[in-house]
């Protein structure tokens, strides 16, 4: 297997804590590629018609896209440590939990920095200034939901680690690019984070 | 079982077609809510804090939420006729595909409606028309993919019907909204969408 990407990305580094959680992150060929400059080229829109990254190539040649799908596919390959639930129940709850922080969290803050970091420009065009604001706004709505949740539970899904930290985890290091602190004001945010931040499988390498 | 829901919104109409797949639509107690007045007050966030529809209630009184969520614990249930994967590599694949409508055709196209359509206004706050703007040309754009993708297969994931056409087909209805009609210019979309459409699945009712 082969996996292009762009490690300081976040869905990239979603799927690089994911892997280095199942002790897998040095046994997978890397890609690194430019976002700038190598992703939009017809060699890689044949990895992916959208340009995205990360890609996993597959032995048989077969390139999947789409972090949650690579995860999905990954978990089944080596299902220890279990990431995204023992039982098609718990899986459907861990997937709420996911896609909760991803539509919640992650959009709006990566809405943020696309539209509003000077640096990103590159990738989005055109930067809007008034959605990026609006986005901040959306993003700092959700943290309170975020905290309230975090009160009554360790982690995201529930009281062990799971792929809904990670999406977490990875949208608020995303935010630091706008010097987002939610975990400053957020008290159950910061116990949370600490936590998670203090995983081997946080360092970004 | 009991679903509140919004039949017109896009996401609440996937887990319609969903259920109208596996002959469930009728066998469910389904809740209509207000978008406008009864999704953001604390008897629904207390079913989902984000105030947002689908949530399907469980006889246990648990509350599932996210439509992709919904509809996976629904196919664990229900699991003919099967809609995302017969095995775990088919499944990761469906989500891709899935993910790849969800994330590069609804959204755009949801962002376009929302921030775009007048009688959106009281749903999306501010309403940016800039960014109306930008998400018609990023939603045009994924159209050619999609056409180019739907020439090589008969449905968005393979050689048969799956949870990806749902995304898809709702989608695109949704866009409707902004008179957006791809399938006027896109010939493989055409054939694809007349298909879908002449599903019972797909009639609204």
Same sequence: chains 1, 2.
Avoid at 56 to 85: K, Q, V
């Amino acid at each position: 297997m082969k996996l292009y990407t762009a490690k300081l990305a976040p869905n990239p580094r979603r799927v690089h804590m994911f892997l280095a959680e199942k002790g897998l992150l040095d046994q997978i060929e890397r890609v690194e590629l430019d976002l700038a400059t190598q992703t939009k080229i017809p060699d890689h829109l044949g990895r992916n018609p959208l340009g995205l990254v990360p890609v996993l190539e597959l032995d048989d040649g077969r390139f999947l896209t789409e972090s949650r799908a690579i995860c999905s596919y990954l978990e089944h390959m080596h299902p220890e440590p279990n990431l995204m639930g023992q039982t098609p129940e718990e899986r459907a709850f861990i997937e709420m939990f996911d896609r909760r922080v991803e539509w919640g969290v992650l959009l709006p803050l990566a809405n943020w920095v696309r539209h509003g970091h000077p640096g990103l420009g590159v990738l989005e065009k055109p930067q809007i200034a008034d959605f990026a604001e609006a986005s901040s706004q959306k993003a700092k709505a959700a943290m309170v939901w975020l905290d309230e949740d975090l009160a009554g539970r360790d982690y995201v899904a529930g009281n062990r680690f799971t792929i809904a930290d990670i999406t977490a985890f990875c949208a608020l290091e995303f935010a630091r690019l706008v010097k987002f602190k939610p975990w400053e004001s957020h008290p159950n945010i910061a116990r949370w984070r600490d936590q998670v931040k203090a995983r081997p499988s946080a360092d970004v390498g």
